[in-house]
């Protein structure tokens, strides 16, 4: 069987033998998703590359704690990842603003583009502006949105990554859109 | 009828029911929310935010993320110390000490066999005094050393499968 076949668990139990293969297939396997989630997160492309980085290299050491029976590795992976950016951000004391800079550069990602070229325009405007919105949210609220929105993960996850209940959860993602809103309006622009 | 709970659009959005929550929440939501054009607004502009959110492209990291990586790991690999497995200590201990305590447990039995009053009880005498004692003490020896050795096998054959695999 080809190793890329393996499930996460079976090649969770690979990495923890020191086998590099494995732990490449991992990587390939979420890179993207948890370079997009931290990205999200840190609001800045370097940062971003060092937390995806600092994520994939506490994996590789802590393999052997991962435990398959206690949950799948994607929610394993993804706390693995909030706590780097949590722990990250708060040592360099970044800001977590998203600057416009970013999104002018195309750091943040733009929307999938339609097949009506002016809706495809109209959704990436809203889409810049939903980034740029997002840079100002509170940690905890934009971790929800990202987690849910940009990591895909499902509430009953998020509470497993997040240890908060999912009731909370939701009640705070509809905050965290309200707020989100409240920025887009013309007033606050 | 009350409006809905933030929780409760937020749930109708993405169709997330909890588990063990009530079938027919769904329903019952849906009706009030035909029949109330607040709750369908905020609805609606819920939804909206969330295909916004749901609908970004997703940027690949640069490949030098990974190159980094590897040099990281394999820089490690070959910088840390070679690592002393120690557990060889613990089985030898482990070891050690069954044979001691078979020893003790012969000594023990050895002092009884010295008693006659104890074969005698147990009927065994005339036997005990055909094999002699020397011949006692071999047929003990040869007992105990090969339960020893039934104890101890599984014990070695685990170790050894632990450490081939470590």
Redesign the interface.
């Known amino acids: 069987m080809d190793i890329e076949q393996f499930s996460d668990e079976a090649l969770m139990k690979r990495v923890s033998?020191?086998d590099?293969q494995a732990?490449?297939v991992l990587?390939c396997r979420y890179?993207?998703?948890i370079?997009?989630f931290v990205?999200r997160c840190a609001g800045s492309a370097p940062l971003?590359?060092d937390l995806?980085?600092e994520t994939?290299?506490r994996v590789?050491q802590a393999a052997g704690t991962f435990q398959p029976q206690k949950g799948e590795f994607r929610t394993w992976l993804y706390r693995v990842a909030l706590n780097v950016v949590r722990t990250e951000l708060v040592r360099k004391r970044h800001l977590l603003e998203v600057s416009d800079q970013a999104i002018v550069e195309g750091?943040i990602?733009?929307?999938?583009s339609a097949d009506d070229p002016a809706e495809s325009l109209q959704?990436k405007e809203?889409?810049d502006l939903?980034s740029r919105a997002l840079g100002g949210l509170s940690p905890v609220m934009r971790e929800i949105?990202v987690l849910?929105?940009?990591g895909g993960m499902?509430?009953?996850e998020i509470a497993s990554v997040t240890g908060a209940p999912?009731?909370t959860l939701?009640?705070r993602?509809?905050?965290a859109?309200a707020e989100?809103?409240r920025r887009l309006s013309p007033e606050e622009q | 009828m009350r409006h809905l709970?933030?929780?409760e659009?937020?749930?109708l959005v993405?169709r997330?029911f909890?588990?063990g929550s009530d079938p027919e929440d769904e329903a019952i939501w849906r009706l009030h929310l035909n029949a109330c054009p607040d709750c369908t607004v905020k609805f609606e502009?819920?939804q909206h935010?969330?295909s916004?959110?749901?609908?970004?492209?997703?940027?690949?990291?640069?490949p030098?993320?990974?190159a980094?990586?590897?040099a990281?790991?394999r820089t490690t690999?070959v910088s840390s110390p070679v690592a002393i497995d120690l557990s060889w200590i613990r089985v030898a201990f482990g070891h050690i000490g069954g044979i001691f305590l078979a020893l003790a447990l012969i000594a023990v039995a050895g002092s009884a066999l010295e008693s006659a009053s104890v074969w005698k009880s147990m009927g065994l005498w005339p036997v005990c005094r055909e094999l002699g004692g020397r011949g006692i003490a071999a047929l003990f020896f040869f007992g105990t050393g090969s339960l020893l050795a039934l104890a101890l096998a599984p014990v070695l054959w685990w170790e050894s499968r632990r450490s081939g695999?470590g």
């Open positions: 033998n020191r590099r732990f490449q990587y890179e993207v998703r370079y997009n990205l971003a590359e995806l980085q994939f290299w590789w750091v990602p733009v929307p999938v959704r809203e889409a939903v949105v849910r929105c940009v499902k509430f009953s999912e009731g939701k009640a993602f509809h905050r859109v989100l809103r | 709970l933030d929780r659009l937020v749930t993405f997330e909890p588990p502009e819920l935010a969330v916004v959110l749901q609908g970004s492209r997703f940027e690949p990291p640069p030098l993320v990974w980094r990586l590897q990281r790991i690999s695999r």
